[in-house]
């Protein structure tokens, strides 16, 4: 039986962007150019995404994070609001929106670069300032693509036995104080190798056990179509998950879905391994349609596949 809260399921802290997409053929190497499709505007951003992924399969969801005072702003705004997320914790102004270009292949593969914009505003102040959204939240998720050192605040901000899920996405360096909190700290290999560095090792489970040591409470390892290994006190070496087989269309914010699904069901109360075999499904639905935040599926839509 699922103990009443009153706040929110998920409480998301982290970027917003605009995601300006181009579907190509090849994507471009260094000093190449290739031709591509016509532009598509979608509401994106690691934050963004995980707030929308959240809420659309029925958690109670706040976003904390900045946008700029112009139209892509008003755009994510408007898909935060449109899937039922709280937005009261989004902070309007100070910088343009931030963008992410985005290419997609025919494999379904992206490259994405960002500019920051108004999420490099979101500052150790503004979470200060939610304190009582972070109280109120029965799992805070954030990654990297808002300032390190608001990350850092929202760890000091938590109250005594907040759960923190962290995606550090992009990778940066980690204070030993943001590792011992993540409960769990999701990589995918790249970020797992940038992490560890040299020796790092070959498999996931090396990885694990290496990040493990690091100070994270548990970890998760996303594998793609492969699904994701779990990894904590009470998973052993670690547990392998399997993610149902799908078409990729587009692999674009299927992470996010995946972590967003996670968190929010760690706060229902499930183990790592039971809500990880509810996330696989969340990201595999989301690789089958275009775009990020437009592919995410309904709790209906994941129990019927
Ligand atoms: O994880 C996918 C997201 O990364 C995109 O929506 C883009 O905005 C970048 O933040």
Redesign the pocket.
Known sequence: MQEQHAGHDLLVVG?A?A?LVISVARRPAAGETVLGSDLAVHP???GG?QAVAAARLGARTALLARVGDDAHGRLLLDAQRRAGTDTAGVLVGGAPTGV?L?TVDPSGDNS?V?SPGANARLTPADVRAAEALVAGARVVSTQL?IPLETVTELVRTLPAGGRLVLNPSPPAPLPAEVLAVCDPLVVNEHEARFILGDGAGETPEEWARGLLALGPRSVVVTLGAAGALVAGPLDGVGVRVASPRVEAVDT??A??AFTAALAWRLGLGESLVEAARYAVRVGAAAVTRPG?QDSYPTAEEVAAR
Do not use: M
């Open positions: 970027s962007n995601d994106g951003g690691k995404n992410a985005i994405i960002v693509e674009t914010g992470g996010d990020a």
